[in-house]
DNA sequence: TAGCAGGAAAATC
DNA sequence: GATTTTCCTGCT
């Protein structure tokens, strides 16, 4: 169907889509060409309309206004994030840049498979389980494949995963898939409960055994800020260790911040990454994630200086 | 070409 | 309990 929205609420469909959130969208000249919810959807933004063409009558208005949270007041979570300078730049840089709300299953599982790759890689990554293990769809004369659910990657072999050029991610991919598809993660659960507890659930710290293999702090903070609306998550990877160094050294201990300094590509340990992240979050508030993403964009910029 | 980039788990201190 | 090593592949 076709479709367009008028934008009421200040939006960069680029900015938003181009920050690392969501890996199966692609540009082709002046549209957006994404996969989503197991359709296909072309987008453009002119002015101030979202212009959509999408495979199928569920991919409408309201579906695209909930997936961009484009009935949401950017301004005042902006407002409310730009405390500093160097979060100030970033917001004025990458104005509209919004969070999408993802399919949780697809969020959890593309940040299963990103440690330890950049973003082309995850894309490919995505496409190539997509491709090997999704349902096909035609749309505008080519074929699609939509994200394959948890039930079809528990049946996968982790060889055929492994082949698919996932690596030592095959296993997790797998056991998260057959987790989910068991009914042993109650998304619904983990949706409810306030950010603290919900990712102590993702990262099985309120029972003995770990049942998300695979699943550390970032990738729950990822999972929780893209797919389950926990605004305060606020994901730390190499990237933004390197911004809170440059930008944000008063939040950080005095032997950490000496250590980052030292070595422009240190990594957090565990018990480090708690305490940046409750240290940035107290910082930038509720909204806290927002801050993350506009600081992400603003760091992997050409010239960043990292 | 060898070396680098990049999170979580396992191994080891 | 804290630090180090391993797990992979795409890119340069």
Redesign the pocket.
């Known amino acids: 169907m076709e479709f367009a929205i008028p934008l009421v609420s200040p939006f960069s469909l680029d900015h938003t889509l181009d920050s690392g959130q969501v890996f199966r969208w692609r540009r082709t000249g002046e549209w957006w060409l994404g996969v989503v919810s197991g359709g296909a959807v072309k987008a453009r933004q002119g002015g101030d309309m979202l212009r959509c063409v999408t495979s199928s009558d569920r991919l409408d208005s309201a579906f695209f206004t909930s997936y961009f949270r484009l009935d949401e007041d950017l301004e005042s979570v902006l407002g409310s994030i730009s405390k500093d300078k160097p979060i100030t730049e970033a917001v004025e840089k990458f104005y509209g840049l919004r969070l999408v709300r993802q399919d949780r299953w697809e969020c959890l599982a593309s940040?299963?498979l990103?440690?330890?790759?950049?973003i082309?890689?995850i894309k490919?990554?995505v496409a190539?389980i997509s491709a090997r293990f999704g349902r096909a769809f035609e749309f505008e004369g080519e074929t699609y494949y939509a994200f394959p659910t948890p039930g079809d990657l528990a049946e996968a072999t982790i060889s055929d995963l492994?082949?698919g050029?996932?690596?030592?991610?095959?296993?997790?991919l797998k056991s998260a898939a057959t987790a989910v598809n068991n009914g042993q993660v109650d998304f619904e659960k983990v949706a409810s409960l306030p950010y603290e507890e919900s990712r102590k659930l993702l990262?099985s710290e309120l029972f003995g055994k770990?049942v998300?293999?695979?699943?550390?702090?970032?990738?729950?903070?990822?999972a929780l800020l893209y797919s389950f609306g926990k605004d305060e998550a606020f994901p730390i990877?190499?990237?933004m260790?390197?911004v809170i160094s440059d930008s944000y050294p008063r939040l950080l201990s005095k032997p950490l911040r000496a250590r980052l300094r030292r070595d422009g590509?240190a990594?957090l340990?565990?018990?480090?990454?708690e305490t940046v992240s409750r240290s940035v979050r107290r910082h930038f508030g509720r909204n806290a994630g927002y801050a993350q993403q506009y600081l992400f964009m603003a760091a992997r910029e050409p010239g960043a200086g990292?």
């Open positions: 940040f299963i990103a440690t330890n790759a950049n082309p890689r490919k990554m190539e492994r082949s050029g996932l690596g030592y991610r095959a296993p997790f990262l770990k998300l293999v695979g699943v550390g702090p970032k990738v729950a903070d990822c990877d190499v990237w260790t390197r590509r990594r340990s565990a018990k480090e990454y990292f």
